[in-house]
């Protein structure tokens, strides 16, 4: 099951992007278009003035002095105006007709929106004396000039054009960090692969928990491949030309030289063996890397396979059988496509035995080790250092002092037992060198 | 009668060589350098070896072997410059009697050679019985008794014992015992024949029979020595 974290994390910043979207369009918005339907300060009191003199007025000369000052105020300011009482009488000389009385249905504070939606009329405004508020009020319809414009064109475009806009910019400039900046620095380390710049810093990227993430590391592991596979080729070339063409010099001389004809015989004899052999390891190598090939397996007796090469590496290096003990029994079969297995096992007794002191040992023992059989091959040369255990299987690596061969030995034993599904590591036995090889338990065995 | 060899190998060096080589051996040589070329010379006259090689231009090797396998039993042997193993794997060996991984020394052609025309001479011969003795070959179980303990042998490993026992005495080659007894051809690498040996050897000892005793000769091959009957 495929986990989707980057789904999950532009998901989230979308959400909270629409979240705060209506969030501000219904809180900000909505109080910004409240406080555009209120007084100012200035027209306040500019207002609150008109109910301090109608106070006056009213106190000086009484109902006359009321009706005279509700005359002039609506004169000057073009509109409807009247003292009420605390009864919401009228104060003046004339009584308040029907119509009039209506009015007073609903009125406003000073300090109260104002707006024309009311049954599009201009509000009216109650205002108490300053004084003695509980004596009465000025009550005047709003002048028109006085009206809060309500919400401009412009508030509007602002509150719900430009900060969404804005808003929105946000958002691309998070999904922008979060998707192409990434993007561009894969694209800066593939330019420099491209310019072959391949030990360039790793991408930090690689921390990251998500596909992206997961790219990166890709990314990285194709970069590491590709600068091992050109340090191979590289190694592979040096040494090539390097082994190919000591033998060649050689094979020169010999020809320039007046060798008589059996001497020169046996010389291309050994040259043309070990150009061959070099080819024929450096070719095995490469197939078995680059193809991977499916080997078909088969049951086979451990202790068969080790007499058998015992046989060969006895005549070849003049041991003694008894030199080269083997403490497994019939018991011991693992599942191997036998060829690979012996070219493997071929090639660490070979090693094992240049290695070895003058009348030094190699053997071979092993055990149960669930489905495997873990085998270890000792001898009793001078081990390996710590740090170059790893190393000795590597391809065209040579210790210093190891002798002859071309360092392909152990890389392609270790290949071919990797390619049927065991594995193989060297470690330290104090005295001499371990090599431990575990391969999958015969199949007849798991049956019985 | 002599021997007649149909050699196809476009490299005109090697082809001159190889025929020059077998001219002196006293076979009767007949070279092509194109795989159309070895297809007509393959109908127009009978061989008794056809050398392969598998990178032909014209037909390929491994196109002309179908082809001649339609016709006629004549035994093949291929010769690649590819990877013994490669080869092997990938089934390139399949069909042919016998292969041969470039480059080759004419030793070892030689004694490929020698073993294909002999294991099809072997063929038509009957396998002689082992001498009455007390080791007794048993042909419908496919295995051996000695004093009348069973061996408990394979088919691949009585075929071996069988092979040797014909035999006594002389060292038979490997690519010989992997054609007569295996039925594949020889590659450097294979080990299938001498973990056969060495699980027969074991399996004679389980039965007291130590005086057969498989030797291998090197550079040769494996021969059974009766150290009692000697």
Known sequence: MRRHPLLWKLAALQVSFCLLLTWLIWTWGLSVERSTYFLSQADQDYLARYAQQAEQAWQQAGASGAEAFRRKLERAE??????????????????????????????????????????????????????????????????????????????????????????????????????????????????????????????????RRDELGELAQAFEHMAGRLRQSLEQQRLLLRTLSHELRTPLARLRIAHDSDLPPAQLRERLEREVNDMQKLLEDTLDLAWMDTEQPQLPTEPVLMLSVWEALCQDICFESGWEQSRLPCSLGTDCRVQVHLDSLAQALENLMRNAIRHS?????????????????????SDQGPGVPQADLERIFQPYQRLPDSGAGFGLGLAIARRAIELQGGRLWASNGHPGLCLHVVLPIGQECLES | MPTSLLLAEDDARLREDLQRHFLNRGFRVNACATGTQA????????????????MLPGIDGLSLLDELRRQQAVPVMLMSALGAEQDRISGFTRGADDYLPKPFSLAELDARVDALLRRVAFGRETLPHGEPGPLVFDQYLQDVLHHGKAAGLTASEFRLLATLNAHPGEALSKPFLYQTVLHRAYTRLDRGLDVHVCNLRRKLADIAAQHLQIQAVRGQGYILVDTEHA
């Open chain 1, 357 to 377: 002191p003058d009348d030094g040992r190699v053997s071979l023992d092993g055990w149960r080790d669930g489905d495997c059989w873990h085998l270890r091959l």
């Open chain 2, 39 to 54: 297809l007509n010379a393959v109908q127009h006259g009978r061989f008794d070896l056809v050398l392969l090689d598998i």
């Open chain 1, 78 to 207: 073009d509109t409807w105006a009247v003292l009420l009482g605390p009864h919401l009488q009228s104060l003046g000389t004339t009584a308040l007709d029907a119509e009039e009385a209506s009015h007073l249905t609903f009125m406003r504070k000073l300090d109260w929106p104002m707006s024309r939606r009311l049954q599009d009329e201009l509000p009216y405004v109650s205002i108490e004396f300053p004084q003695h508020p509980e004596n009465g009020r000025l009550v005047m319809q709003l002048p028109e000039r006085l009206l809060p414009t309500g919400l401009t064109p412009w508030t509007h475009v602002i509150t719900h054009g430009v900060a969404p806009t804005l808003l929105a910019l946000l958002l691309g400039l998070a999904i922008y960090r979060q998707l192409v900046v990434p993007l561009n620095r894969l694209r800066d380390r593939a330019d420099a692969l491209r310019a072959d710049d391949l030990d360039s810093p790793g991408l930090p990227l690689q921390e």
